[in-house]
């Protein structure tokens, strides 16, 4: 066997050993990336581009392009690249009502993994890429005997998002990226039933679905300094379908149990969201080997979400329905909004980079429509972390994000006065992501 054959055949043996990778993480998917999250949008998708403020279209040279900007996937040709970490998100929420009493909100970490395969095929202008990562859900828990109890207890969506992407490389200057997004979600929410004359009772509610959804990217070297990527992100519809559980209806005062034939109840149901689309642009700009800028801006368009209606798909009798549809549908009326972030980096030696970043985000939804399962504010954060090149070809990355959320007085909720009060809340966020190409 002749040099070339050999070594023919050793790209081969990569090759598959990449596309098996990958066909094993679309099928893990659903188990390996089920993590919840403390917010309606969660942005943990790269210790690197953490570090930096999230600011990363514009540069995106690093498998988590995937996510950021598919199109500039086309930097890393010539190898194969696989990124893999997780992040820890931890929020802390308090409420205070109008008399002075304070309630915190259950303490959660939610571990949120991240994952990047990425390869040419051997072919001389495409690049491809698979990513797993979980870029959306919610995740709050207030006490059963707490102010928010009937509103809500537990709320936990998760939202596992699978990621299959190629790029186009036209010139030294320009490419094109596409990408097919998978998102899988699971909805888990829990309140009270007030109940006269005994214990409150227990409503549950469980449903899942997935969509599909597409991004087009582009990404342009102006020269060796400056470098700007855009892309966009189509809504995906999701209709979630599952049942609502009611439990222990026995108040000696109530006549749930009579409306609903006995202690416990159960029925269908089905829900219509919309994941937004959005569009975010960014720039970086590296004016030596030592500093990189980066920036980007970005809008995300919330104007989908008018109200949340919760459809019961099975007959139920007027007074049941009665009971189920008391504050259904919920009035959203959230609006477009607009974010951004800045990020830098300097490079300490030839291993070590040091990085710093800020970022902002705009609540989408107005006052009289706040709710306690998702206490949302202005918010804005800052970042750090660092890069070491372990070897030549590994890379060790880390950061940390700290996030303040703009405190909230709401006197005028409409889905229920109860929760009527004053807001606080912080997220700490680290990330540690290790990266080897071959």
Not at 74 to 86: C, E, V
Not at 116 to 128: A, Q
Not at 226 to 251: C, D, T, V, W
Request: charged share 20%; proline share 3%; no cysteine.
């Amino acid at each position: 066997m002749n040099i070339k054959t050999a070594e023919e055949n050793m790209h081969s043996k990569k090759i598959k050993l990449l596309f098996f990778v990958m066909v094993s993480i679309v099928l893990m998917a659903p188990n390996a990336f089920a993590a919840g999250s403390g917010g309606i949008r969660v942005e943990l998708a790269d210790s690197e581009a953490a570090g930096k403020g999230f600011a990363f279209a514009g540069q995106a040279d690093n498998p988590s392009a995937v996510y950021y900007n598919p199109a500039g996937l086309t930097q890393l040709k010539g190898d194969n690249h696989f990124s893999g970490g997780f992040s820890v998100l931890s929020p802390s929420a308090s409420y205070k009502d109008f008399a002075g009493n304070e309630t915190q909100m259950t303490r959660q970490n939610f571990p949120i993994p991240h994952i990047y395969l990425v390869s040419d095929f051997g072919l001389d202008d495409f690049v491809f890429g698979l990513g797993g990562v979980s870029s959306w859900g919610t995740g709050t828990a207030w006490a059963d005997d707490s102010f928010s109890r009937y509103a809500a207890t537990e709320s936990d969506v998760k939202n596992i998002d699978t990621l299959v992407t190629a790029a186009y490389k036209f010139n030294e200057q320009l490419s094109f990226g596409i990408s097919a997004d998978f998102d899988y979600s699971v909805a888990n929410k829990s309140k009270k039933l007030l109940q006269a004359g005994g214990a409150d009772g227990d409503y549950n509610l469980k449903a899942k679905d997935s969509g599909w959804g597409y991004r087009l990217a582009t990404h342009y070297k102006l020269s060796d300094h400056h470098k700007f990527g855009l892309m966009y992100r189509s809504p995906i519809q999701l209709k979630y379908r599952g049942k609502a559980f009611l439990h222990e209806l026995n108040g000696s005062g109530s006549n749930f149990a009579a409306i609903f034939g006995g202690s416990s109840f159960e029925t269908n149901i089905a829900e219509e969201f919309e994941l937004p689309q959005s569009v975010v642009l960014g720039y970086s700009y590296q004016p030596d080997n030592k500093w990189t800028f980066n920036f980007d801006v970005e809008w995300m368009d919330w104007s989908s979400l008018e109200q949340e209606r919760l459809e019961f798909t099975e007959v139920l009798t007027a007074a049941q329905a009665a009971v189920l549809n008391t504050g259904n549908p919920a009035n959203r009326d959230w609006d477009a909004v607009w974010s951004g972030a800045v990020g830098i980096e300097y490079a300490w030696s030839d291993d070590l980079r040091l990085r710093g970043g800020y970022y902002q985000h705009t609540a989408p939804g107005p006052e009289e429509n706040f709710e306690s399962t998702l206490p949302d504010a202005n918010k804005y954060g800052v970042t750090t972390g660092f890069g070491y090149d372990l070897t030549e070809n590994s890379t060790f990355d880390m950061a940390y994000s700290y996030l303040v959320y703009e405190n909230i007085t709401i006197d005028n909720a409409i889905a229920s006065g109860t929760i009527n009060g004053t807001y606080e809340q912080v997220m700490h966020m680290g990330l540690v992501t290790y990266s080897y190409k071959f």
